[in-house]
């Protein structure tokens, strides 16, 4: 499939519905498979997998002279000019990746949605991309890594996305121009390039702005990544939020929106910080939460592992409660959680991550019906714990505690999630009679039922005798007037 040329893009986006305004585009709608999936695997997964060092932007830091990955690269693979990044392609292999393993492994982990990373800013595609040479179906593995994880998910009745980070591409490889490098080498600008001064502050919406060419192709890029898997997610990292991409980021969603009403199925795109209008697409939040209900729909993006995106030799991990207490906090606030994994270069996940994954799948095996398809109560929770709001907050909560309770609707049902096990009983205030009147209550997973008794002041559940599960507890609860 050859990938659409700029006019063939305007020529979809004139065919509507949808056209390359904030005003046509506020008329999108979250489709309903994202909103009540809940919980995604993202993977991060590329030729940074190979040096394992510091974190996924090692082939940045490689290059820059003041970082650790600098001296450990001299001290490691010998100077820059004679070993580059380029010379880790022929190292990552995936001679051992099993995308129909992984898809299995991520149906029992309770996901939902699957988003591997289609190019992270490295400039490597891990999908067939007609752009680049740079890419795993011709280089490394000789493989369509991403197409044949597509194929495996739908297999396995799940939904696919893709991720795309070719916006940081721009700047990312900026060091490597700075001393002798390989990345000054005219051979090989087809993957370092355009490698233009990065700005000053990540943020600005104006420093460093990528020029048409690059724009232009950057827009081709995506769309084609559209048009050849269909993914019914794209998810695009901070840079889009610059200026300068304004105008694409409409005539991509556009596009996007409109092949999606073409081929039936509906589609999502995320996006950081204000890159897109309110309501145009599904805002998502990087490694952090958020301290009240949101009412339109969003998202977290973060990591089992909290050192890296991508495969490090030395890794730092959550533990599964504080990942489940995150989606449980997430989902009540009308959200979804996007966890990801970081695959080793031979293609295999590390055992602490599977085991994660495992046991997030045995609590939702008793405890899904009190998150997939739901929605958010009145009130989000109650409890003492306080979550910081925004990006990069999700490790600076302290531990839940009994006191702790998450809501969440489906129907008529109330779903208390209470975050901790108390020594006698759970009290939840905000189910005394004001609330309503308490008809019926029952812990998920236990087959006997609850003592329970509901006054002015609050709703009372003596504990089971037994856990039905663990990390968290979800009582059923019919309440008339919610």
Not at 77 to 87: L, V
Not at 110 to 123: C, F, M, N
Not at 385 to 395: E, K, L, P, R, W
Not at 429 to 451: E, I
Request: proline residues 6%; aromatic residues 14%.
């Amino acid at each position: 499939m050859a990938a659409p040329s700029l006019k063939q893009i305007e020529e979809v986006i004139a065919a509507g519905p949808f056209n390359a305004s904030w005003e046509s585009l506020t008329g999108y709608q979250v489709p309903a498979w994202y909103r009540d999936g809940k919980l995604g695997i993202f993977i991060h997964w590329g030729v940074y997998s190979v040096p394992a060092f510091g974190n996924e932007w090692y082939p940045r830091s490689m290059y820059q002279q003041d970082s650790k990955e600098y001296q450990h690269h001299l001290a490691t693979y010998g100077p820059h000019a004679q070993f580059g990044y380029k010379d880790f392609v022929s190292r990552f292999k995936a001679e051992h990746y099993h995308p129909e393993a992984w898809a299995d492994l991520f149906r029992k982990a309770g996901a939902r949605y699957v988003v591997p990373v289609a190019e992270h800013h490295d400039g490597f595609a891990m999908y067939d991309c007609s752009f680049s040479k740079w890419t795993a179906t011709k280089m490394g593995p000789c493989r369509d890594v991403v197409g044949e994880l597509a194929a495996a998910t739908r297999q396995q009745g799940l939904v696919f996305g893709a991720s795309s980070h070719r916006a940081e591409h721009w700047w990312f490889m900026d060091g490597g121009r700075l001393f002798d490098s390989d990345v000054q080498d005219p051979r090989y600008a087809d993957f370092y390039g355009p490698a233009q001064p990065a700005p000053a502050d990540f943020f600005s919406l104006t420093q460093s702005p990528p020029d048409k060419a690059f724009l232009d192709d950057w827009l081709r890029r995506t769309c084609e990544l559209v048009d050849r898997y269909q993914p019914q997610l794209i998810w695009f990292d901070w840079w889009i939020q610059h200026q300068a991409f304004a105008p694409y980021l409409q005539r991509f969603a556009a596009y996007y929106y409109n092949r999606g009403m073409e081929w039936g199925k509906g589609v999502a795109i995320n996006y950081k910080y204000s890159a897109f209008a309110e309501g145009t697409a599904v805002f998502d939040v990087e490694r952090g939460l958020l301290g009240e209900t949101r009412s339109r729909f969003w998202q977290t993006d973060t990591a089992i592992c909290t050192n890296s995106w991508g495969y490090v030799e030395e890794r730092q991990y959550k533990t599964t409660a504080a990942v489940l207490h995150d989606l449980i906090d997430i989902v009540s606030k009308n959200g979804s959680l996007l966890l990801n994994v970081g695959p080793r270069p031979d293609g295999t996940i590390p055992e602490e991550e599977v085991q994660v994954l495992q046991e997030i799948g045995a609590w939702l095996s008793v405890n899904g019906d009190a998150i997939y398809g739901t929605r958010p109560w009145r009130s989000f929770g109650e409890g003492p714990t306080q979550v910081a709001d925004g990006a990069f907050t999700d490790t600076k909560r302290g531990a839940f505690t009994s006191e702790d309770v998450r809501f969440t609707v489906k129907g008529d049902s109330l779903y208390a999630i209470c975050l901790g096990w108390p020594e006698k009983g759970w009290t939840i205030k905000s189910l005394g009679k004001a609330a309503g009147k308490v008809s019926a209550v029952a812990v998920l997973g236990s087959p006997r039922p609850v003592t329970w008794s509901q006054d002015d002041r609050a709703l009372c559940i003596e504990v089971p005798h037994e856990r039905p599960c663990d990390h968290a507890w979800a009582l059923k609860i019919e309440l008339t007037g919610q």
